[in-house]
């Protein structure tokens, strides 16, 4: 077979398909003289409530703030306070721990379920306290890791729902999307996810309307008007050039997760390595966004030098879970062996909506020679 280089994702190439249009509407912002909270972030955030199916979306300067001033905003509002528990999955992007404990909150971690990697319902309730108020589901890896057993708990002990969106956006749960299943939802446009700016981005999306005007003068110094402050705030807004950026690339969205939902088809259908455990689900493909594609292999390290060496980019989600690092000193003695065995055993295959025929055969062909 002819040497070939795959990339992970190409950058270059998602924002090539769309390039005019994307030029277009950043000269429209720069030519208009206002560069902040203006018209287009204004459309923005009314097209991405419409699109996840909210009352409203406030532009943030990126995923983690929102998720922050979600929780602020809550603290502001009387419904938590310093030293209250927010449970969170333990196989997570650190960024879902940080925004709890930037607000003297506690994380309590829960384990994944080791099918679909997401937070595993049944091991929920026995985290749950006195001081539990609200549960953080994340949707990983594209994946929703909603479910009725999640909602009845929140229901049941009166907890509030948030939903890290940050690598599932436009993925579906019985019709409704992600963000729009629970109480708030943090959204990050990262140039990499499958909704991405041309550099950092977020958004918080919500039904609550008293919520969505805290999180929004929060971000705002604290400010809901000119120059009176009513917290103690921060700066995080969406720019205009990359409000106009994403409101581009979302009317192409649905149709760019269509392409990475057939790639995983083809990964799905292709790839037959006894050594490789493929992910697994009956809802494998209409659940899910496929952010990225995870493999697990004990040999993880092994394969990924071998794609390596016959041009295959891959990346590792995550090699440290949370409570293994040493911003998380504290928690080195704990123990969560699902959440450490993928971590230890995780590799993601190149994904994206730019990937050709040629691509995936190529990755596939190679994935199944490895012995």
Same mark, same amino acid.
């Given at each position: 077979?002819?040497?070939?280089?795959?990339?992970?994702?190409?950058?270059?190439?998602?924002?090539?398909?769309?390039?005019?249009?994307?030029?277009?509407?950043?000269?429209?912002?720069?030519?208009?003289?206002?560069?902040?909270?203006?018209?287009?972030?204004?459309?923005?955030?009314?097209?991405?409530?419409?699109?996840?199916?909210?009352?409203?979306?406030?532009?943030?300067?990126?995923?983690?703030?929102?998720?922050?001033?979600?929780?602020?905003?809550?603290?502001?509002?009387?419904?938590?306070?310093?030293?209250?528990?927010?449970?969170?999955?333990?196989?997570?992007?650190?960024?879902?721990?940080?925004?709890?404990?930037?607000?003297?909150?506690?994380?309590?971690?829960?384990?994944?379920?080791?099918?679909?990697?997401?937070?595993?319902?049944?091991?929920?309730?026995?985290?749950?306290?006195?001081?539990?108020?609200?549960?953080?589901?994340?949707?990983?890896?594209?994946?929703?890791?909603?479910?009725?057993?999640?909602?009845?708990?929140?229901?049941?002990?009166?907890?509030?729902?948030?939903?890290?969106?940050?690598?599932?956006?436009?993925?579906?749960?019985?019709?409704?999307?992600?963000?729009?299943?629970?109480?708030?939802?943090?959204?990050?446009?990262?140039?990499?996810?499958?909704?991405?700016?041309?550099?950092?981005?977020?958004?918080?999306?919500?039904?609550?309307?008293?919520?969505?005007?805290?999180?929004?003068?929060?971000?705002?110094?604290?400010?809901?008007?000119?120059?009176?402050?009513?917290?103690?705030?921060? $700066?995080?807004?969406?720019?205009?050039?990359?409000?106009?950026?994403?409101?581009?690339?979302?009317?192409?969205?649905?149709?760019?997760?269509?392409?990475?939902?057939?790639?995983?088809?083809?990964?799905?259908?292709?790839?037959?390595?006894?050594?490789?455990?493929?992910?697994?689900?009956?809802?494998?493909?209409?659940?899910?966004?496929?952010?990225?594609?995870?493999?697990?292999?004990?040999?993880?390290?092994?394969?990924?030098?071998?794609?390596?060496? $016959?041009?295959?980019?891959?990346?590792?989600?995550?090699?440290?879970?949370?409570?293994?690092?040493?911003?998380?000193?504290?928690?080195?003695?704990?123990?969560?062996?699902?959440?450490?065995?993928?971590?230890?055993?995780?590799?993601?295959?190149?994904?994206?909506?730019?990937?050709?025929?040629?691509?995936?055969?190529?990755?596939?062909?190679?994935?199944?020679?490895?012995?």
């Amino acid at each position: 077979m002819e040497y070939r280089t795959v990339p992970f994702l190409s950058l270059k190439d998602i924002t090539n398909k769309y390039s005019e249009e994307i030029h277009a509407a950043i000269a429209k912002v720069t030519d208009s003289g206002w560069y902040l909270q203006g018209e287009a972030n204004k459309k923005f955030e009314e097209n991405y409530a419409h699109y996840i199916g909210t009352k409203h979306c406030v532009g943030v300067a990126n995923g983690l703030d929102a998720l922050t001033l979600i929780l602020r905003a809550y603290i502001e509002l009387g419904i938590m306070r310093t030293g209250d528990e927010v449970i969170v999955p333990a196989n997570t992007y650190i960024a879902s721990v940080l925004a709890i404990t930037r607000n003297g909150l506690i994380p309590v971690l829960a384990e994944p379920d080791i099918h679909t990697y997401q937070i595993d319902a049944a091991r929920i309730e026995a985290c749950i306290s006195e001081r539990t108020r609200a549960i953080m589901i994340v949707h990983l890896y594209g994946k929703c890791a909603y479910s009725e057993e999640i909602g009845d708990l929140c229901k049941k002990y009166h907890l509030k729902l948030i939903e890290d969106n940050a690598q599932a956006h436009g993925c579906l749960y019985k019709g409704k999307r992600t963000g729009s299943l629970g109480d708030a939802a943090g959204h990050s446009f990262y140039p990499g996810k499958n909704l991405g700016a041309l550099g950092d981005g977020g958004a918080v999306t919500t039904d609550d309307t008293e919520l969505a005007e805290t999180v929004r003068s929060l971000a705002n110094y604290g400010s809901g008007q000119k120059y009176v402050f009513k917290y103690q705030g921060i $700066n995080s807004r969406l720019d205009e050039i990359q409000a106009a950026v994403l409101d581009v690339k979302l009317k192409y969205l649905d149709e760019d997760n269509c392409r990475r939902k057939e790639t995983a088809r083809r990964y799905l259908d292709g790839i037959k390595n006894e050594r490789i455990i493929l992910p697994v689900g009956d809802d494998e493909i209409c659940g899910n966004v496929f952010h990225i594609f995870p493999v697990r292999t004990v040999e993880r390290d092994a394969l990924q030098s071998y794609l390596k060496e $016959n041009g295959i980019q891959t990346l590792i989600h995550y090699p440290i879970p949370p409570h293994k690092q040493e911003a998380y000193r504290e928690w080195k003695e704990l123990s969560f062996p699902v959440t450490e065995e993928i971590h230890r055993t995780e590799l993601s295959l190149p994904m994206g909506p730019t990937l050709t025929a040629e691509e995936m055969e190529y990755v596939i062909n190679f994935v199944n020679r490895w012995r």
